[in-house]
Each structure stands twice: as C-alpha cells, then as structure tokens.
C-alpha cells in the first residue's frame, strides 16, 4: 500500500544551520506531495506542495522538490530560526485522493 | 484565528462520561474531517463528512460518534471511552474531497484525557 516515511526526530539545529528532514515515499501512479508544519499547541497547516515531478514547492524559505526517481520529497531551509521549532509532516494524496501522513518530525531550534 | 475552531481546547473525562467535541469552520468549507493525533504515530483519520453526508468512517469503534448537522460543523460524541483514547483530536476542513489538491485547514485540536 502507499505510504510516507520521514526520519525520526527530534532534529535539533542551531539558529541559522541548515536544515534537511527526509521524507520518501510509496505509491502507485502520480501522487501530490505535501509538507505540513505544526507549532505548539496549534493543529496542522499547510508549508507547502507539489503536484507532479521536478516541481519544487517553496514557502516562508522552505523548499522541497519532488523526485520521482528517488520517490522523495526532502524538507529544506538554508538558515533556520528558533521560531521554525515545530513537527513537520510530510504526506502524499493518492490517486484515489486519500491523504497518507509520515509520523512527524519534531525540529528544536536552539539559540 | 485558523478558521476553523475547537472546543474545549482540552477535556479530562472518566471512562463512563458522555462528552462532545465541537468544531466550526468559517471558511466556506463542503467537507469535514476528524483525525486522531497520537505521540509518534501518524495522522490517523477517523470520518469524513462532504456536504453533511458522512463519506468515510475508518473502523473506528462504536464509543465514537460523529455528527454534521451542516457544512460549517461537526461534532464528535464520546461514551464509555479507554485510556488509549487518549490523544489530540483534529478537526479539519476543505473544499472539497477527492478533486484536485485544496489544502486541509486544522484546527488547534481538543486534547482528551481519559482517565
């Protein structure tokens, strides 16, 4: 079946590090990509998505490129601040538009 | 403000309690959704309504019972709960189900402990 994995947390960076949590994924057909981001005590919402291969998606400095050849769609940011602590999720919708999530991964920014 | 809000934002009840979680959207939203967030688990979902009609229940046991009087909310009725229903529970909502990529809008979660 499809599903999403990322790497275990927690990812824990110094301000302005650069950042990369893994996410890679199984599916049949083509599916859409999405990085979601939650903050403390708040639910989920939306970083960013790509809907089909070499798109990359952006956001608030994050990047990341979906690759069909390696089926991944890794997180990126070149300078990462205390306030980019929070649980990334990484998921994929399928082609029968059901949304599959990774388990999350826990990034601790210290000063 | 996310749009979409939920109360209370945290409930402690007993395994023989009624209790209801409530969730309204103020975005326009056709579709509905109830996940449970678990520690180090994935998102998992639990119903879906599209248009008030309920379009998915994932085997999700009895002592849980969702109900969509209209598009704008959606309630989760709780009896005779266990311990390891305890967890964060998501509302969300969005446009539509199964066309195209419109975005899920979170709420900011109830978090339930069943003692």
């Known amino acids: 079946g499809n599903s999403v994995t990322q790497m275990e947390g927690p990812v824990t960076l110094s301000e302005e590090a650069f950042l990369t949590i893994n996410c890679t994924y199984t599916a049949t057909g083509y599916p859409s990509l999405f990085w979601y981001v939650q903050y403390p005590g708040e639910g989920l919402q939306l970083l960013l998505k790509a809907t089909k291969a070499d798109d990359k998606g952006s956001n608030k400095g994050f990047e990341a490129t979906y690759r069909k050849e390696t089926t991944s769609f890794h997180l990126e940011k070149g300078s990462v601040q205390v306030s980019d602590s929070a649980v990334y999720f990484c998921a994929l919708r399928d082609s029968n538009y059901q949304l599959i999530w990774g388990a999350g991964t826990k990034l601790i920014i210290k000063p | 403000e996310t749009g979409v809000t939920q109360t209370p934002r945290h409930l402690v009840m007993g395994m023989t309690n009624k209790k209801s979680l409530k969730c309204e959207q103020h975005l326009g939203h056709n579709a509905m959704y109830w996940y449970k967030q678990s520690a180090k688990k994935p998102l998992e979902l639990m119903f879906v309504y599209n248009f008030k009609e309920q379009t998915e229940n994932n085997s999700v046991p009895s002592r849980f019972s969702p109900e969509c009087p209209n598009s704008s909310h959606l309630f989760l009725h709780l009896h005779t709960l266990q311990p390891e229903d305890s967890a964060l529970y998501l509302c969300?909502?969005?446009?539509?189900?199964?066309?195209?990529?419109?975005?899920?809008?979170f709420g900011n979660g109830t978090r339930l402990t069943v003692t």
């Open positions: 969300a909502s969005s446009s539509k189900t199964g066309l195209g990529n419109s975005p899920l809008h």
